[in-house]
């Protein structure tokens, strides 16, 4: 299966066109469109290894943000750690520190194992929960669309059950899966029909070790196509890497600001399309499950820096 130049269909890039179109026209400039936007943060747990709840909500009051992603193990631990004290304890903890559970992230359960995990979402007033579509790229690109029409008919009852407790299900474009490149979202976008349905886009299973201008211009087209159905945008890139135990700092490449991929082109596609959703910087050490730096501070202060150079990009 080819996909030329990592790039958007024809049909998808006129459409992303006619935003821009329409967007000049109404006589707002993306200059001033990109001002007053302002990204939604939502903190990933998982970037604090195996940490404590405890130690990790009162770091969201210095990062200024309220929006927390509970990841299971082998990640985190923080998911079963909810299990572990109970809801009530946990709610009580998240008052505490004025901070609310906005996803949870279930890659090992999959979008058809996710009945028991809708109403811990919906006790946790949680508003998503994000999966994977699983499967294996096509051979040729009937094999891909084919797949990708199954899996949205298949999840017609999952997506039912999330109606029933107002939480929405977001496919990530995991790699290795059905959804491993640009047309292969492109067609996931058009059988987005179920309100309850949703994507979550991940740069880092887009790119490589040669991110370019061409790239980041390529994933802004994607979000403008997306539009209102994106729900979820992983301020994430491949950097060098994230199957490598590399000295840290290099690890680290995976995250807005210091690897090569320029995030100005995707942050000022979301402020254009007035993106209602969350933002949340990420990178998956290797191995998983450990901690980004040393201390939960020193987590905290490489997140707060990727969300500092994010907001320098819309004005950039």
């Given at each position: ?69 509970l990841w299971p193990r082998v990640h985190g631990s923080q998911r079963e750690q909810v299990d572990e004290m109970g809801i009530t304890q946990f709610q ?225």
């Amino acid at each position: 299966m080819t996909h030329p130049s990592r790039s958007l269909s024809r049909r998808s890039f006129l459409s992303s066109s006619a935003t821009s179109i329409a967007l000049a026209a109404s006589g707002a400039s993306a200059q001033e469109t990109s001002l007053a936007w302002q990204p939604q943060f939502m903190i990933a747990s998982c970037m604090y290894g195996m940490a404590d709840l405890s130690g990790i909500l009162p770091e969201l009051d210095r990062l200024g943000c309220r929006r927390i992603d509970l990841w299971p193990r082998v990640h985190g631990s923080q998911r079963e750690q909810v299990d572990e004290m109970g809801i009530t304890q946990f709610q009580s903890m998240c008052d505490e520190y004025d901070v609310r559970v906005a996803c949870l992230s279930q890659y090992k359960l999959g979008a058809f194992g996710l009945a028991d995990e809708i109403v811990v979402a919906s006790q946790l007033d949680c508003p998503r929960i994000v999966v994977h579509a699983g499967g294996r790229p096509g051979k040729t690109w009937p094999e891909t669309r084919d797949a990708i029409k199954r899996f949205v008919a298949q999840i017609q009852p999952t997506l039912e059950l999330a109606g029933e407790h107002d939480v929405r299900i977001v496919v990530e474009n995991h790699g290795s899966t059905m959804l491993d490149s640009f047309d292969a979202i492109d067609c996931f976008l058009d059988h987005i029909k179920h309100p309850q349905l949703r994507l979550a886009l991940a740069p880092a299973h887009l790119s490589s070790r040669s991110e370019s201008p061409e790239l980041a211009e390529s994933i802004a087209r994607l979000i403008h196509r997306a539009g209102p159905r994106l729900d979820l945008f992983y301020a994430w890139q491949h950097g060098d890497g994230f199957r490598t135990a590399l000295p840290m700092p290099q690890q680290r490449q995976q995250m807005p600001g210091t690897g090569p991929l320029d995030f100005a082109p995707a942050m000022k596609a979301l402020a254009a399309t007035h993106f209602t959703g969350v933002i949340e910087v990420m990178m998956h050490p290797t191995p998983r499950g450990i901690p980004i730096a040393p201390s939960i501070t020193g987590v905290t202060d490489a997140i707060d820096q990727s969300h500092q150079y994010l907001r320098k990009c819309l004005s950039s």
